[in-house]
């Protein structure tokens, strides 16, 4: 390959990075709140592209497009940018779990697995501790005078059964990405194949 084409390649993949980041941010200001669960825990479609992307171009790329998305994000944050950072962090398993498994075994089944393997770390490893040890006790220490139990109070609403930190987690955090890893990963699922044509041409 002449030193040209590499570098006509690497604007490419540079270009189409930037294109799947830009959706991503877009689809970050859609959400919708889900039945059962606290109004605040909302859904959005924000880490198709990235995990598109992650599969297609490599988990540099999807590590890239989860990042950018956060960055541009920040002047809109109500979190002094805290959700944010966990947003990216608890994303990132997922994202970088899937693409890693693909990248060294590129067939159906290899990413099937990455995507439940990814899905399962974040839903019942990452999201559970960064909501108990960062962003409850950050959202208490902002919004409601360092009270876990106002936001305790206000998931019950929505839920019962939900009396303690923990029981926000098990009912509430858990169940919320679950959901979210199923919708984003079926979508992915969907949306891969028909785009994979063009996405691999700047591989």
């Not at 950072?85 to 290899?110: E, G, H, Q």
Request: hydrophobic content about 55%; aromatic content about 12%.
């Amino acid at each position: 390959m002449s030193q040209r084409s590499a570098a006509s390649k690497k604007l490419l993949f540079i270009v189409t990075a930037g294109i799947l980041a830009a959706i991503s941010t877009v689809l970050r200001f859609l959400e919708t709140p889900l039945p059962l669960l606290p109004p605040f825990l909302k859904l959005d479609f924000s880490n198709i592209p990235a995990l598109i992307g992650g599969l297609a171009l490599g988990p540099l790329a999807g590590t890239a497009i989860l990042l950018v998305k956060n960055l541009i994000y920040l002047p809109f944050t109500q979190t002094l940018g805290v959700g944010e950072v966990a947003d990216f962090v608890i994303s990132l398993t997922l994202v970088l779990t899937a693409s890693l498994f693909y990248k060294f075994d590129k067939t159906r089944k290899s990413a099937i697995i990455g995507m439940t393997t990814g899905s399962a770390i974040m839903s019942f490893v990452t999201a559970p501790l960064m909501n108990y040890f960062v962003l409850i006790p950050f959202y208490a220490a902002v919004y409601f005078d360092s009270s876990v139990d106002a936001i305790i109070q206000l998931a019950a609403m929505a839920n019962p059964a939900i009396d303690s930190l923990w029981a926000y987690i098990l009912y509430a955090v858990v169940p919320f990405n679950i959901v979210k890893c199923l919708v984003i990963c079926l979508i992915t699922g969907i949306l891969y194949k028909p785009l994979s044509p063009l996405l691999h041409k700047y591989r």
